[in-house]
């Protein structure tokens, strides 16, 4: 009886097997695709017609700082900018940001030097376990273009959107006064490639 079980079981997933998968959204005709990616020109991508924005940049682009979250629109971390203004990804038609101008975390920095909201993330703990950070740093870069002195119901106002688990936020908004505390102070952030100094001092270290 055990046997014939588990031969019934075996005809029925390989008739599973063979069969063809259904996508939940149906493949749009392809179309071709362009835009500037982080100052980047990305030309002639082949993508479907009803593609999502967060599938063309992760799977197309190659900018995987790009997180998919809930595919809902409620956390925040599929968040990028498209001509400046902060959208979210998941819920954006690839085909809308046609020959725009979109910048993902990948693009904050300027070469080696981070963003100051990027250094003070670091510095201050608004990053914890670090997945919803991308979303977090689009959002507040954008807020700091437009206002170099949010308060805190500013700052509380532009990263509604955006959901964290660890923190409990107040480390992220001392983190944006931080960084607008250096660009206020036309501070330059040092390169990120210089040698740090060891962040924990006084450990011992084991002698190879």
């Known amino acids: 009886m055990a046997r014939l079980k588990c031969l019934l079981y075996v005809v029925c997933m390989s008739g599973m097997s ?22 980047r020109n990305f030309d002639n991508i082949n993508i479907d017609s009803n593609a999502i924005l967060l599938d063309v940049l992760r ?39 046609k020959g725009k101008e ?8 300027d070469g080696a030097h981070l963003h100051p909201i990027q250094k003070t993330f670091a510095e201050c703990g608004g990053s914890q376990c670090g997945f919803c950070t991308p979303g977090f740093l689009v959002v507040i870069s ?14 509380k106002d532009a ?15 001392e983190s944006v006064h931080a960084a607008a505390n250096i660009l206020n102070s036309k501070e330059e ?15 011992d270290r084991i002698q190879e």
Do not use: F
């Open 142 to 155: 954008a807020l700091l273009n437009e206002n170099n002195n949010p308060n805190d119901k500013e700052i």
């Open 18 to 39: 063979n069969t063809p998968h259904v996508p939940m959204i149906p493949t749009g005709e392809k179309t071709s695709w362009n835009a500037i990616i982080n100052s």
């Open 189 to 203: 952030v040092e390169d990120n490639t210089t040698a740090k100094v060891d962040p924990h001092p006084g450990i």
């Open 102 to 109: 979109i910048t993902t975390v990948e693009g904050l920095a």
């Open 159 to 173: 990263i509604e959107g955006n959901l964290c688990r660890c923190t409990g936020y107040q480390q992220i908004i």
């Open 59 to 97: 799977d197309s682009t190659g900018m995987l700082g790009v997180k998919r979250g809930c595919d809902l629109g409620t956390c925040g971390c599929c968040a990028v900018l498209i001509d400046g203004v902060p959208k979210l990804s998941c819920l954006t038609l690839a085909a809308e940001t």
